[in-house]
């Protein structure tokens, strides 16, 4: 149930792009995206409904494509203060009808100098 | 956003004894609250869900003996870590979402590092 987040890791210089992954193995109601820095709480950056539009948070934007159950976190000309764990965290209905959130594990992204 | 705090940020405490975390939703109610675990470099594992007015629920695995949680008002839960461990060394983070219906974003509170000796 939980989501795959792909890569695990990844190490950019400022101004490089990257993209981050998130796959679910279940039907999907939206997905959302948070970042957290060391030692601090998650912060949330967008999230993304079954059917809507392609999100933006200053320069990162995300896509949700609901019939592969997936998504994409896009962060282009990085900055120094992107560096953090991308959390993805996937809404799903359960049996009993009740809205579920599940995270990934996690991509740890470092932009350097 | 909507904020969220909790109290302690950090507690020390010796192996057998108990602590209370508490968790506040500031400007907005939430009957529904939720306690996440998370090991160094892991992500966050789903604890409980706290009910204003009923019982918490608690996912596989998780002591409710152990993790007691209450929801005492709209804006208030509280974690309490009975005959802590070593082994329940962890941060611990409360979120709560802002709107009841779905799509819930969370706000998280900002967390509290337990340690035990």
């Known amino acids: 149930q939980q989501p795959v987040q792909s890569p695990q890791a990844v190490i950019l210089r400022e101004g490089e792009d990257a993209v981050i992954n998130c796959s679910s193995s279940?039907?999907?109601?939206?997905v959302h995206w948070y970042r957290q820095k060391h030692g601090e709480a998650p912060v949330f950056l967008m999230i993304l409904l079954k059917g809507g539009e392609q999100m933006r948070h200053e320069k990162i934007s995300a896509s949700f494509n609901e019939k592969k159950q997936q998504s994409s976190l896009y962060l282009t000309a990085s900055q120094l203060s992107y560096s953090g764990t991308y959390f993805c965290?996937?809404?799903?209905?359960?049996?009993?009808?009740?809205?579920?959130?599940?995270f990934g594990k996690g991509t740890k992204l470092s932009v350097i100098p | 956003g909507a904020v969220v705090s909790q109290h302690p940020s950090r507690v020390i405490c010796k192996s057998g004894t108990s602590v209370k975390i508490e968790c506040r939703s500031l400007?907005?109610?939430?009957?529904?609250m939720f306690w996440y675990r998370q090991f160094p470099k892991q992500s966050l594992m789903l604890m409980a869900t706290?009910?204003?007015?009923?019982?918490?629920?608690?996912e596989q695995g998780v002591e409710k003996d152990k993790f007691l949680i209450n929801h005492a008002s709209l804006t208030l839960s509280t974690l309490t870590v009975t005959s802590a461990h070593p082994e329940d060394s962890s941060f611990y983070i409360c979120?709560?979402?802002?709107?009841?219906?779905?799509?819930?974003?969370?706000?998280f509170g900002p967390g509290t590092r337990l340690t035990v000796l």
């Open positions: 979120s709560a979402p802002e709107t009841s219906g779905s799509p819930r974003v969370q706000f």
């Open positions: 706290s009910n204003e007015g009923s019982k918490a629920t608690y």
């Open positions: 279940k039907a999907l109601y939206s």
């Open positions: 400007d907005f109610q939430a009957t529904t």
């Open positions: 965290g996937t809404e799903w209905i359960s049996g009993a009808g009740s809205y579920q959130l599940t």
